[in-house]
Each structure stands twice: as structure tokens, then as C-alpha cells.
């Protein structure tokens, strides 16, 4: 349970970093300042609930594209982001696959670096007990 909360503690924080880069950026990504949290919330949830779905049809129906459904996942996400809330908009086609593409760096980068960061009192406590 605790490992399931930490991992959604890392991804809300690695999406909204995502999110916020996308729309430091790009000109046509606007992100409101009052509903961020809700806009990060939604797209968390969404690319949870979207990712092991695209992925388990993929890997039925096209095994080729199995590695480009993170991408679609973040695009998935961003769309239904930005229907669900008033918080995201993006503007052309271009913004969109621009802003695809920075949220999924950010957000790969992200759920490699934050655990280090945000964990790293408790994971120096589990390696100093296993030496011990």
C-alpha cells in the first residue's frame, strides 16, 4: 500500500512538472494558476487509468506500437484534460505534439529522479538496514 501511495505521489509530482514546463515553453499551452492542482489530478488519474489499457491493446492488436503508448497515454490525457478542465488549454495541432512529447520527457525524467529526491531519507534507512 505504501509502495502504490509513493508511486502516485512520484507521478501526480513528475505530471505536473510536465505540465508546467509544457506551458513555461510553449506558447499555445496555457495552464491556470487557480485549477493546476485539479488539471494535475486529472491528468494523473486519466494516464493511470489510459496507460495498462493501450498497453494490453497493443500488445493484442499491434505489438509494433507497444512502445509509443506512453506517448499516447500523455496524449490521452492531455485531451481529456483539457475537455474535463477549464484549468488547461491548448491551442493547434503542432502545440499538441509538442506539448505530447515535452510532458512525457519531463514526466520520464521525473519518475526516474523524484524518487531519489523525495524518498531519499527512506531509502538510505532501508539500504543502512540491510548492511546492518
Known amino acids: ?22 506551458a513555461l515553453i510553449l506558447d ?26 493501450l498497453r494490453q491493446a497493443a500488445m493484442k492488436r499491434a505489438p509494433a506500437l507497444l512502445g509509443s503508448t506512453a506517448l499516447l497515454t500523455v496524449l490521452v ?6 475537455i ?22 519531463i514526466s520520464f525524467v521525473g519518475r526516474l529522479v523524484f524518487p531519489l529526491l523525495v524518498f531519499k531519507k527512506t531509502l538510505s534507512a532501508a539500504r543502512s538496514s540491510r548492511s546492518a
Open 28 to 53: 499555445d499551452v496555457r495552464l491556470g494558476t487557480l485549477g493546476f492542482v485539479i488539471a494535475a489530478l486529472i491528468f494523473t488519474g486519466v494516464s493511470v487509468l489510459t496507460e495498462p489499457l
Open 84 to 105: 474535463i478542465s477549464d484549468s488547461l488549454s491548448i491551442n493547434g495541432l503542432v502545440t499538441w505534439v509538442l506539448a505530447t512529447i515535452v510532458v512525457w520527457l
Open 77 to 82: 490525457s492531455l485531451i481529456v484534460t483539457a
Open 1 to 22: 500500500m505504501v509502495r502504490l501511495l509513493a508511486t502516485a505521489v512520484v507521478a501526480f509530482l513528475s505530471n505536473a512538472v510536465g505540465l508546467i514546463v509544457a
